[in-house]
């Protein structure tokens, strides 16, 4: 992550959301798992590059945090974009395993205890 | 892939697994991102957020060099638990200044682990007191400085001011199966949380 040239990088990923701040909706999490739609729709039209790049990265599935990452875009510009490509057809979002205090799912604790008993 | 006219099921590859978090919290340097990177089965990743993104107010870049692009950074790993869930690991920002990023990181988290540097126990003071206010279950790790460890837990834990019940481990950053262990403990509290309560 090179600290050089930064005050651009902090500009310059606006220009891939057309000038947008602000995601169109809330409900991209860092850990909100994102999967490129396959087939893409029919008809749709040539992704721009930035798109495309998110679409190759999440032919598998991918959270939203690794793709900021592997883009070296930041989350708030990741998201909008994911955005535009949920709205369009072309990726899949699944949420994360929503965490409820008062009802404690023991089930998914002991998954996780004995999957870090393996490591 | 055949079939698949729902978009749920759009995918041609594996499905996507579940997700779930737990955050490394504790002071400026204690270890945090050496943690996450001990267990994870990635290289540590690291998102950055430019502080203007974030809807900070101008008021509140008091202390923050005015030109200077300043960017919060996140360092996270992941751990697949199995076939189907991943936990992912997630570094938050030391400096204090940065924790108006806390809250939606602490949002839908399992716990936390709080890591304290015996040398300097009160720069994890905050992030206690953070998981406290706000109900989420956290354990103590104390990282020794080249694995050593001085104190006695007993002594630890009154320093801290710890609320009864908070498990205090020692433990070694740069080690997969300590952090792995302090992991472990963390699960183990969720579990004993739970039980109590039917």
Redo the contacts between chains.
């Keep these: 992550m090179g600290g050089s040239d930064s005050a651009g990088r902090l500009v310059r990923p606006f220009t891939l959301t057309g000038g947008r701040t602000r995601p169109s909706r809330a409900d991209f999490t860092l850990i909100t798992t994102v999967t490129a739609a396959d087939p893409q729709p029919e008809g749709a039209a040539r992704p721009q590059p930035e798109h495309s790049r998110i679409l190759r990265l999440c032919a598998e599935p991918m959270a939203v945090a690794e793709l900021a990452a592997r883009l070296d875009l930041p989350m708030s510009v990741v998201v909008i974009m994911l955005c535009d490509l949920l709205e369009a057809g072309r990726i899949t979002a699944r949420p994360p395993r929503p965490v409820d205090r008062t009802t404690v799912d023991l089930d998914l604790l002991q998954k996780v205890r004995e999957g870090l008993g393996r490591l | 892939?055949a079939g698949?006219d729902t978009?749920?099921r759009?995918?041609?590859?594996?499905?996507?697994?579940?997700?779930?978090?737990i955050l490394i919290a504790g002071g400026f340097g204690v270890g945090k991102t050496t943690m996450v990177g001990s267990?994870s089965e990635i290289v540590p990743?690291?998102?950055?957020?430019?502080l203007?993104?974030?809807g900070l107010d101008v008021d509140d870049l008091n202390g923050v060099e005015e030109?200077?692009?300043t960017?919060v950074?996140?360092d996270?790993g992941?751990?697949?638990?199995?076939d189907d869930?991943?936990?992912?690991l997630?570094g938050t920002p030391g400096q204090q200044r940065f924790w108006f990023m806390w809250n939606?990181?602490a949002?839908?988290?399992?716990g936390a682990v709080v890591l304290v540097d015996v040398r300097r126990p009160k720069t994890s003071f905050a992030a206690i007191d953070f998981f406290e206010r706000r109900?989420i279950p956290f354990v103590i790790a104390v990282n020794g400085f080249h694995g050593e460890h001085p104190y006695p837990v007993e002594d630890i834990r009154e320093a801290l001011t710890l609320p009864d019940g908070v498990p205090v481990l020692l433990c070694d950053a740069r080690e997969?199966?300590s952090c792995?262990d302090v992991?472990?403990a963390l699960?183990?509290r969720?579990?004993a949380?739970?039980a109590p309560?039917r």
């Design positions: 892939m698949s978009t749920a759009a995918s041609a590859g594996r499905p996507a697994p579940d997700t779930v978090k267990v990743l690291r998102t950055e957020e430019p203007t993104m974030a030109k200077r692009a960017t950074a996140l996270f992941r751990i697949s638990v199995s869930l991943v936990l992912y997630f939606d990181l949002v839908g988290a399992l109900g997969r199966e792995r992991l472990i699960i183990d969720l579990i949380q739970a309560a």
